[in-house]
Structure formats: C-alpha cells, structure tokens
C-alpha cells in the first residue's frame, strides 16, 4: 500500500477471458463486493466501452444505515487485461460529480485456465474537502482480500 493506493492480488483457476467476462457484468458486483455494501445493478447492462455509466445500489452501516446510488463511469476497458471505473454520483449521466477514488483490476494470463488477478484501489484524486469529510481507504485490505476471493469463486464456476 502507498499513501493514496492499495493493491492485492491472487490467482484465479479460470481463463483472463472468463474472469474479465464477470467483471464486466455489473450484475456480478453485489457478489465479488467485499465490503458488502454493493447491491443490485440498476440498469443490468454489460459493460463494453470506456465512458460507459453503469449504476448499482448501494447500502451502508454509516449513521443508522443509509440506501444510495453510485454512477460508475468506465475508465480502463481493455479486454481480458484491464477494467476500471470511477464511482459518482447524480441523476444524469453527462453531468456526475466523482469523488476521485478508482477501482481497477488487472489481468495476467498464467495459462489458459489461470490468471493472475490485481485489484488495486486508487483514491489519489480525492481533493482535500472529501478526506476532511472520509478517512481513506474508507474500509482494510481484509476487503480487497475478500472481494478477490469472491471473484474466484464466480470465475471458476464459470471455468
């Protein structure tokens, strides 16, 4: 971990193809989540583009437990070898507001039925006002850990 980046990796019984092929469904995320606060898709579309705004439904323990929505905007799609979005908020898709931390995963082929998976979370963009107001990283690496772990389970049930 630097100061503004966490990172951990694994490697997963299931082709780059197989598991880029979970990450991008968004339908999938509530299940590779590792913190449990991801829920459902909101608009269930595949993602295939850098730009793309895909939606999903959110819950946190934070104040009594709070419902929201995050608009993540793809910034990597390079299949099978890199995914990434921005998280954001608001209503219309040409004008989110982004909070300046990214999630990006990273892709290695070991062979043709494994891969060596990076989960790296980067908030090096978040200005000063949003760390007055949110410690980051906002959970421990036991997250990623799990997320990851999650994601092998899903790719290797695909394999």
């Known amino acids: 971990m630097t100061d503004d980046t966490m990172s951990t990796a694994c490697t997963v019984n299931a082709?780059?193809?197989?598991?880029?092929?979970?990450?991008?469904?968004?339908?999938?995320?509530?299940?590779?989540?590792?913190?449990?606060?991801?829920?459902?898709?909101?608009?269930?579309?595949?993602?295939?583009?850098?730009?793309?705004?895909?939606?999903?439904?959110?819950?946190?323990?934070?104040?009594?437990?709070?419902?929201?929505?995050?608009?993540?905007?793809?910034?990597?799609?390079?299949?099978?070898?890199?995914?990434a979005w921005l998280p954001g908020q608001g209503t219309d898709n040409a004008h989110l507001d982004f909070g300046g931390w990214v999630w990006r995963y990273d892709l290695t082929p070991l062979s043709d039925d494994q891969t060596q998976v990076t989960l790296t979370y980067d908030w090096s963009a978040v200005p000063a006002t949003t760390r007055g107001q949110i410690e980051f990283p906002p959970f421990d690496r036991q997250h990623l850990d799990n997320s990851l772990k999650h994601l092998a389970g899903l790719a290797q049930g695909r394999a």
């Open 15 to 83: 082709s780059a193809e197989t598991v880029f092929a979970v990450l991008a469904d968004p339908t999938t995320h509530q299940a590779i989540d590792g913190t449990g606060w991801v829920r459902e898709s909101l608009d269930g579309k595949q993602l295939t583009a850098v730009g793309q705004v895909f939606r999903m439904a959110m819950y946190h323990d934070n104040f009594g437990g709070m419902h929201y929505e995050m608009a993540n905007r793809v910034e990597v799609f390079e299949p099978p070898h890199a995914i």
